[in-house]
């Protein structure tokens, strides 16, 4: 379905919320919203392949999706991993984008070696067992500033040696001129897909008391601040950007 959400009044009123109306049309609004949303998802997905192949063995180590909406990840893991046995949970704590995460992979023939769940929860206060990688994709923006740091301490914590995160992120620039332009380009690509003015600054106000983003150095920061001990971009357009960070062996 397309989405259509901030045509209405009463969206553009309101701050975002990952509800059923979001829920019924989010993969059109993340190929519409982020840059290179495909792209940056196989790239991911190729990622946890190597790094899941290079380290975790046999020993049923789990994929951690964080944040996992309808499941995209998911799908594109089935298609990288091509029959190979993984391990993954998504955890969402919308019930909309878990339902539908569901439906969707009830309605698509998924290979039995691949073990997939997903479980609304919070995934601040989650127990992670056996972790080996843990993805956000978009979604440690959308946590509280003080609850960052110390979330990714317990992910951290949480992680086997060699264990790997994986964020991708909207960011800030150092230079507000940067930021500035960067932003008049997003914009203007969101017009290129078809949103108006209208739906732009609409969602932009909704967004923004609930998004709330960091610039890349400060991102790179707060992971090594977290314990990481390799940090790298692996991916950046303008203001959206990706990044890996690795436990030592």
Same mark, same amino acid.
């Given at each position: 379905?397309?989405d259509?959400?901030?045509?209405?009044?009463?969206?553009?009123?309101?701050?975002?919320?990952?509800?059923?109306?979001?829920?019924?049309?989010?993969?059109?609004?993340?190929?519409?919203?982020?840059?290179?949303?495909?792209?940056?998802?196989?790239?991911?997905?190729?990622?946890?392949?190597?790094?899941?192949?290079?380290?975790?063995?046999?020993?049923?180590?789990?994929?951690?999706?964080?944040?996992?909406?309808?499941?995209? /990840?998911?799908?594109?893991?089935?298609?990288?991993?091509?029959?190979?046995?993984?391990?993954?949970?998504?955890?969402?704590?919308s019930?909309?984008?878990?339902?539908k995460?569901?439906?969707?992979?009830?309605?698509?023939?998924?290979?039995?070696?691949?073990?997939?769940?997903?479980?609304?929860?919070?995934?601040?206060?989650?127990?992670?067992?056996?972790?080996?990688v843990?993805?956000?994709?978009?979604?440690?923006?959308?946590?509280r500033?003080?609850?960052?740091?110390?979330?990714?301490?317990?992910?951290?914590?949480?992680?086997?040696?060699?264990?790997?995160?994986?964020?991708?992120?909207?960011?800030?620039?150092?230079?507000?001129?940067?930021?500035?332009?960067?932003?008049?380009?997003?914009?203007?690509?969101?017009?290129?897909n078809?949103?108006?003015?209208?739906?732009?600054?609409?969602?932009?106000?909704?967004?923004?008391?609930? /998004?709330?983003?960091y610039r890349?150095?400060?991102?790179?920061?707060?992971?090594?601040?977290?314990?990481?001990?390799?940090?790298?971009?692996?991916?950046?357009?303008?203001n959206?950007?990706?990044?890996?960070?690795?436990?030592?062996?």
């Amino acid at each position: 379905m397309k989405d259509q959400v901030f045509q209405s009044q009463k969206s553009r009123e309101a701050d975002f919320d990952f509800n059923p109306e979001v829920a019924g049309v989010f993969e059109d609004m993340l190929e519409r919203s982020v840059p290179y949303y495909h792209e940056v998802k196989s790239m991911t997905a190729s990622l946890i392949r190597y790094y899941y192949e290079q380290e975790a063995g046999t020993d049923k180590k789990m994929i951690y999706d964080l944040g996992s909406s309808t499941g995209a /990840l998911a799908h594109a893991l089935s298609q990288k991993f091509e029959g190979t046995p993984f391990y993954y949970t998504g955890i969402d704590n919308s019930p909309a984008m878990v339902e539908k995460a569901v439906d969707i992979f009830s309605l698509n023939s998924v290979c039995p070696e691949h073990k997939i769940q997903f479980l609304c929860d919070d995934i601040i206060s989650f127990n992670y067992e056996n972790p080996f990688v843990f993805v956000s994709n978009y979604t440690i923006q959308f946590l509280r500033p003080m609850e960052r740091l110390p979330f990714l301490r317990k992910l951290y914590q949480s992680l086997a040696p060699g264990g790997v995160f994986l964020m991708s992120e909207k960011v800030l620039e150092n230079n507000s001129g940067y930021s500035r332009a960067f932003q008049k380009l997003y914009y203007d690509f969101k017009k290129e897909n078809g949103y108006s003015e209208m739906e732009i600054a609409g969602k932009r106000e909704a967004l923004e008391n609930v /998004l709330i983003p960091y610039r890349a150095d400060e991102n790179i920061q707060m992971l090594t601040e977290a314990g990481f001990d390799y940090i790298d971009l692996y991916f950046k357009w303008f203001n959206f950007a990706s990044f890996i960070a690795i436990k030592k062996p």
